[in-house]
């Protein structure tokens, strides 16, 4: 049995403890997430731009290079999804230092939880959906890269009589 009842600063600092635990799981399971997609882009990409130089090696023959813009397009796909690194990291830096302002300048932790938006938090968005750009757009160039792979293959096949 309990001698006193928690004060109101203890139950919100249970909260607010209670709170930020879930809060790091979230983050830490959206980062997963993104470092997973990022690594599977980068993958795709990187993989097929060495495959699609080997079958040009291979087949070095071949008159008219109609591989070469797929190579272009998986060697495209693999810098964006490179690039995606760069505003995601950039957008948790954001929202790290927005997370650190409103908890030192605040007076409460009341104050600290409803504190508004501020810049920092604005921009690690606006990083975030810059960066989730940039990762449909190294998907789409691998598909459009597979695309122009086929139809090159389709090509070559037909006209020479492979």
């Given at each position: 049995?309990?001698?006193?009842?928690?004060?109101?600063?203890?139950?919100?600092?249970?909260?607010?403890?209670?709170?930020?635990?879930?809060?790091?799981?979230?983050?830490?399971?959206?980062?997963?997430?993104?470092s997973g997609a990022i690594r599977g882009a980068t993958l795709l990409n990187g993989g097929a731009a060495v495959a699609l130089l080997g079958f040009l090696?291979?087949?070095?023959?071949?008159?008219?290079?109609?591989?070469?813009?797929?190579?272009?397009?998986?060697?495209?796909?693999?810098?964006?999804?490179?690039?995606?690194?760069?505003?995601s990291y950039l957008s948790q830096i954001c929202y790290a230092f927005d997370l650190k302002y409103r908890w030192n300048y605040s007076n409460s932790v009341?104050?600290?939880?409803?504190?508004?938006?501020?810049?920092?938090?604005?921009?690690?968005?606006?990083?975030?959906?810059?960066?989730?750009?940039?990762?449909?757009?190294?998907?789409?160039?691998?598909?459009?890269?597979?695309?122009?792979?086929?139809?090159?293959?389709?090509?070559?096949?037909?006209?020479?009589?492979?």
């Amino acid at each position: 049995m309990r001698d006193r009842e928690p004060t109101t600063s203890e139950i919100i600092y249970y909260h607010v403890e209670h709170a930020l635990g879930h809060f790091q799981i979230l983050i830490q399971s959206i980062i997963g997430f993104a470092s997973g997609a990022i690594r599977g882009a980068t993958l795709l990409n990187g993989g097929a731009a060495v495959a699609l130089l080997g079958f040009l090696a291979s087949n070095f023959q071949l008159r008219n290079n109609e591989l070469l813009p797929a190579l272009q397009f998986f060697v495209a796909g693999a810098l964006f999804a490179s690039v995606t690194w760069v505003f995601s990291y950039l957008s948790q830096i954001c929202y790290a230092f927005d997370l650190k302002y409103r908890w030192n300048y605040s007076n409460s932790v009341e104050e600290c939880l409803t504190k508004k938006s501020t810049f920092r938090k604005a921009a690690g968005c606006l990083l975030q959906l810059i960066g989730m750009a940039f990762m449909i757009t190294s998907y789409g160039l691998f598909a459009w890269g597979c695309f122009t792979a086929y139809d090159a293959i389709q090509k070559t096949t037909l006209t020479s009589g492979l």
